[in-house]
């Protein structure tokens, strides 16, 4: 059993900064793959990006790449989501999820643990 608790959201400007942090409880954190997603009003849940149990790959969705980083401390049983460049289209709720698959994954259904999500909002 793993637990997720998103933090570090907020209201911020168009170009700003922010770093999302995701703090997980529970045995062999490294173990597992990590991901975040997002979910705008209205839309369905979209991945954002995803990491292996080690850190050391590491995908994308197009719409991020470049903008942001996805990173763990398997120390801390933390990942985080370094956000630059924020745009108002990256305005979402940001979820945490871990995956019992290693290598991580783009897809939501593989996911079995979810945090609560942390709300972004980013003003043009």
């Known amino acids: 059993q793993v637990q997720l608790v998103e933090s570090g959201g907020g209201l911020v400007q168009a170009g700003d900064s922010l770093r999302l942090s995701c703090a997980a409880s529970?045995?062999?954190?490294?173990?597992?793959?990590m991901g975040w997603f997002r979910q705008a009003p209205g839309k369905e849940r979209e991945f954002v990006a995803t990491?292996?149990?080690?850190?050391?790959?590491?995908d994308y969705a197009d719409s991020v790449k470049g903008r942001f980083t996805i990173s763990r401390d398997n120390a801390k049983n933390t990942v985080y989501l370094q956000m630059n460049s924020l745009k108002s289209e990256d305005t979402a709720v940001y979820y945490c999820?871990?995956?019992?698959?290693?290598?991580?994954?783009?897809?939501?259904?593989?996911?079995?643990?979810w945090g609560q999500g942390t709300p972004v909002t980013v003003s043009s």
């Open positions: 990491i292996t149990g080690s850190g050391n790959n590491a």
């Open positions: 529970g045995r062999a954190f490294s173990n597992y793959g």
């Open positions: 999820a871990a995956t019992t698959y290693y290598s991580g994954s783009v897809y939501p259904a593989a996911y079995a643990y």
